[in-house]
């Protein structure tokens, strides 16, 4: 039988297994920029973004990849950004949302 399209799909589970993650990095960046723990992941970075505008980045879903330990492509996706600084001024817990994107760039190399 055919599958009606509604003109959305459902996203795939996804499991996080938090304790096989190397929170290393994660810990060091939290450490370097501890203001990024009071993220509330409301999307207002992702949704003024720039880049976004342009392409498929997502900077929400970056940096709570790399809070999670999960790092695997978060350097060529940051490379998108243009650090304009957008982000930062929409943030509602005034975070350095650029300096954020420079230190996890610097942190994870290319990974
Ligand atoms: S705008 Fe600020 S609080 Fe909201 S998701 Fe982005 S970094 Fe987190
Ligand atoms: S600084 Fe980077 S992440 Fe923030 S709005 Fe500009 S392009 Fe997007």
Do not use: W
């Amino acid at each position: 039988m055919a599958v009606k399209n509604f003109g959305f799909s459902i996203s795939r589970p996804r499991t996080i297994d938090m304790d096989k993650n190397n929170l290393r990095k994660s810990n060091e960046i939290l450490r370097e920029l501890p203001e990024l723990q009071a993220c509330i992941g409301c999307g207002s970075c992702t949704a003024s973004c720039s880049a976004g505008l342009l392409t498929q980045f997502n900077f929400r879903k970056m940096h709570t990849l790399v809070r999670r330990g999960e790092y695997e492509g978060v350097y060529k996706e940051l490379s998108k950004c243009m650090l304009c600084g957008k982000c930062r001024m929409v943030c509602p817990r005034n975070i350095n949302t650029r300096k954020v994107v420079l230190l996890i760039k610097r942190t994870l190399g290319d990974f």
